[in-house]
């Protein structure tokens, strides 16, 4: 047992080794920004002065170094600075605005990240027992109609780009027969129902796009293992294919399901992006497209964090979780 | 709450049926022996599934004669115009042609011609755009927002089939245009991304060491982020670099995609580089004294054609659905240049007007299926090739 809490501590330091690097990546990324953040937030044709007052202000005239050395500091204490979009606000209203008022960073993504979350459960709450349950039948149906049709129905979702879908869905259930509402504005003080509701268009999207991966994962994972010998046994044996399936060969084939299961969950991440616009849903996709377009440096940066975090972490419990599933990891050539 | 309780309704209905139906099946002697050891052997949910199916024929045809929702019978027709065509076109190959050709097409389901025939058709479409649009991308009409359908009495004009768009462009133009302006950016983004994946990936193999190591780390920390993700954000940068000047933007994105999608391309050509290295006939032309370019250009690639040649119809779906995506954001392909993503965008208030002008609704339907329509037909593509190289049966 030594040994694997060992693994999982390895894995976890790595995690934590490949957020540093992404963390400076981001940083240098933004740095690679023509002029500095100054003249970003006031524009070409700002007077000297003010642009050196601003430089001041954000300690852009320290060093490089310095300056993601207090960036990651504050990030660590949940501080992501400035928005500028409401920098010079505070600015001008003499506020402590990077303390957690109105204009910093972690105040404006404490609420939508929230709700990005209750999207991501939803859609995961639905897509993981679907997919579960529709690649156990195709694996037990296997080269039937159904088999085909489900191939075919799988790939199309795949290969279509969320908005595709989205419209679609939009479509049919919200504007020929309004069932759903097609615009997801939530509000803090919603009744869980309410809400449900509201969420269910962008969440069925998602769970669309992500269900046909996972569904033909899990169908190909377990007729992987149909070939072995003791799948061979238990069929000569005369135990039906139902059982065949989920007892024998499910448990062999939990180890690349779960890891499947998780890179989706990874994947809506990124997914939810043009879901949440498409659907104007109040999350945190939708704020990082917005301040793409205004270059709101500050809240990009912190919203790259953000995924780029959520992605390492699920990438990780792929890891941590096929490890535990599969002995046979636990003991690197 | 009333549809999921129907809904309920209905599953457990049609169980019930396909229990019955099994049931029945058993208990009548049917004059063919086959049938009744079919329905001995029958399991409950090949019953179900046969109840299933004929629910839904029925709701296909209530949907398409009685209620003759007008979406539905589009996507029925065009569903089965295409299924004729890709027919067709299967015949056509398998009769027409060399040996080689016919054989192929002998071996082919019938998803991959119909993949086949709509690459076909995407290439000349792009290809010959400017012959086969009736106006210019850019050329603007003094009538806006004209309605599609061509009909004067209900706000449309013969000129344009389609209508024009807010600043009063022709939208069939546009269409058109964009099969061109989308479809070649993402091909040319994927050859640049092939282009440094395999290069690399197979030096990395070749020369080993440090440099396999380094460019092996800096990979890794690439794709560690998401793509869209980082593709956003290296856009926010790149936005501001270019200025006004938005053709710049486009040449940014590409470059951007390619060198984030080169990432997965590196490591399939690393993996493929690696078995390959270990072959005798490579230590052999080291001992030759072959140069690297050799190595690399008559030993390794040759080899690893084929999963190189899978893996780009894979690349060029993603990048051409992370293009479609960027542009319908806004900070993808820039005006002038017509695009399927942006045209998305910029029509999708009409789905709105779905019950009152269907045609309306559909425009922007148009342009995100064009999207989906050539992405899936290369991936039925390339899940032919990736089944016939792999043999597999089952």
Partial sequence: MKAIGLIILHRLGLGLVTLFVVSVLIFASVNMLPGDFAQAILGQSATPEAVQAIREDLGLNKHPVTRYLDWLGGVLQGDFGVSFAQANFSAFAGADASKGGIGSVAAQLEPRFKNTLFLAFVSAAIAVPLSLILGILAALYRNSVFDRFINVATLSSISSPEFFLAYILILFLGVLNPLLPTLSSIFPDMSFGERLLKTMLPALTLTLVVTAHMMRMTRAAIINLLASPYIEMARLKGINPTRVIVTHALPNALAPIINVIALNLAYLVTGVVVVEVVFVYPGIGQLFVDSVKIRDIPVVQACCLIFAAAYILLNLTADIFSILSNPRLRHPK | ?394
């Fill in chain 2, 1 to 394: 709450m009333n549809i999921v309780i129907s809904l309920i309704l209905w599953i457990v209905g049609i169980c019930v049926a396909g229990w019955v139906f099994r049931a029945v099946g058993q208990r009548i002697r049917f004059p063919s022996e086959r049938l009744n050891i079919y329905f001995r052997d029958m399991p409950l949910m090949v019953g179900i599934g046969f109840m299933f199916g004929i629910v839904s024929l029925y709701f296909v045809f209530h949907f398409y004669f009685i209620e003759k929702v007008t979406f539905f019978v589009w996507a029925v027709q065009g569903f089965v115009v295409f299924a004729i065509s890709a027919w067709l076109f299967l015949m056509l190959g398998r009769n027409v042609g060399t040996q080689m050709s016919r054989k192929l097409f002998r071996e082919m389901p019938a998803t991959a011609s119909f993949g086949l025939l709509i690459i076909i058709i995407y290439s000349l479409v792009a290809v010959f755009a400017g012959a086969i649009a009736p106006y210019g991308q850019e050329e603007i009409f003094e009538k806006i927002n004209v309605l599609p359908g061509g009909d004067p009495a209900t706000g449309g004009d013969p000129r344009f089939l389609l209508g024009t768009d807010q600043l009063g462009r022709d939208l069939l133009s546009r269409l058109i245009f964009g099969a061109q302006n989308t479809v070649g950016i993402a091909f040319l983004t994927t050859c640049l991304a092939f282009l440094i994946g395999t290069t690399l990936g197979f030096l990395a193999a070749t020369l080993g060491g440090w440099f396999d190591q380094f460019t092996s780390r800096a990979i890794d920390a690439l794709m560690a982020i998401p793509q869209l993700i980082f593709a956003l954000l290296l856009m926010t940068i790149a936005t501001a670099w270019a200025g006004s000047n938005k053709g710049l933007i486009t040449v940014y994105m590409i470059v951007i995609i390619a060198v984030l999608d080169s990432t997965r391309v590196f490591r399939l050509a690393r993996a493929v580089g690696l078995n390959i290295v270990v072959m005798d006939y490579i230590e052999a032309a080291k001992l030759r004294g072959e140069k690297l370019s050799y190595l690399i250009f008559r030993e390794i690639l040759p080899n690893a054609y084929a999963p190189l040649l899978a893996e780009f119809g894979l690349r060029f779906c993603f990048v051409f659905l992370t293009i479609a995506a960027l542009s319908f954001l806004g900070i993808g392909i820039q005006p002038p240049l017509a695009d399927w993503g942006t045209m998305v965008r910029d029509l999708s208030q009409f789905i709105n007007f779905a019950v009152f002008s269907p045609l309306t609704a559909a425009l922007p339907l148009m342009a995100a299926g064009a999207i989906a329509l050539l992405t899936v037909a290369v991936n039925f593509v390339v899940d032919w090739m990736l089944h016939r190289s792999s043999g597999l049966k089952e």
